[in-house]
């Protein structure tokens, strides 16, 4: 598969997700809950008073749609069109999925439309309560030189899930916290791909994959 299919099937998974799963947003924030899905995981649910959890929902319905009028505005101006109608969420997500053929046209726009979709349905999925599955990757942790590297793809951060993991830093809470992790963001990537003598590529791959799993 060329650049161009590729990139145009990864932005409509995301783009599909996210008009799926949407509408469930409004649902959750319905009067009369006594209990709602944990942005930790759906393992985590409880019973119990839903204010902090319809808060965090509501917050994600204000971020996508912000996002998702950003984004079909952009499309519109970068491919030229008039300035898109006034509509809602999944008006607007209908729309840029009829847009992926021109889209798919512009590397640079392809790749934002994906990565914006990618962003927004991974914050819904996690505020409806899907727990995150860890992809393990190559390459021994630079601290405890054990095989515990693990990609979460909706943190876009690889952790050390080696609960002994201690680093030489004096001051690093893992000395202190059990609970604590090495982590390192996606911008840190290529750094501990030569540290560990890893695969920059896999650990993208790794988080590519999740979404075309669902």
């Known amino acids: 598969m060329t650049d161009s299919p590729r990139r145009r099937d990864s932005a409509a998974v995301w783009l599909g997700i996210l008009l799926r799963q949407f509408p469930e947003l409004g649902r959750e924030l319905a009067p009369g809950r006594t209990s709602a899905p944990s942005p930790l995981g759906r393992g985590a649910n409880r019973p119990g008073p839903s204010l902090p ?4 929902i509501s917050d994600t ?6 996002g998702v009028v950003e ?3 952009a499309v519109c101006e970068k491919l030229r069109l008039p300035r ?4 809602t969420v999944e008006r607007r997500l209908t729309r840029l999925l009829g847009l992926l053929d021109d889209i798919a046209a512009d590397p640079a726009l392809a790749d934002h439309v994906r990565s914006e979709a990618r962003r ?3 914050r819904c999925s996690l505020a409806l309560g899907d727990a995150e599955t860890p992809v393990r990757v190559r390459g021994r942790c630079v601290h405890c030189d054990s095989v515990s590297l693990r990609v979460f793809p909706h943190r ?3 952790l050390c899930v080696n609960p002994g993991c201690r680093c030489a830093d004096p001051d690093c809470r893992c000395r202190t916290d059990g609970r604590h992790r090495h982590s390192w963001v996606r911008a840190e990537w ?3 791909a030569e540290a560990t003598e890893g695969d920059l590529a896999e650990l993208t791959a790794a988080q590519d994959e999740e979404g075309t799993t669902r």
Do not use: K, Y
């Not at 959890?53 to 965090?56: M, N, S, V």
């Not at 898109?84 to 509509?87: A, D, E, H, W």
């Open 190 to 192: 290529r750094q501990l």
């Open 120 to 122: 927004m349905a991974r």
């Open 61 to 66: 319905i204000r971020d996508i749609s912000d």
């Open 84 to 87: 898109p109608q006034r509509g």
């Open 53 to 56: 959890i319809r808060l965090f």
């Open 71 to 73: 984004l079909d505005e």
């Open 156 to 158: 876009e951060t690889v």
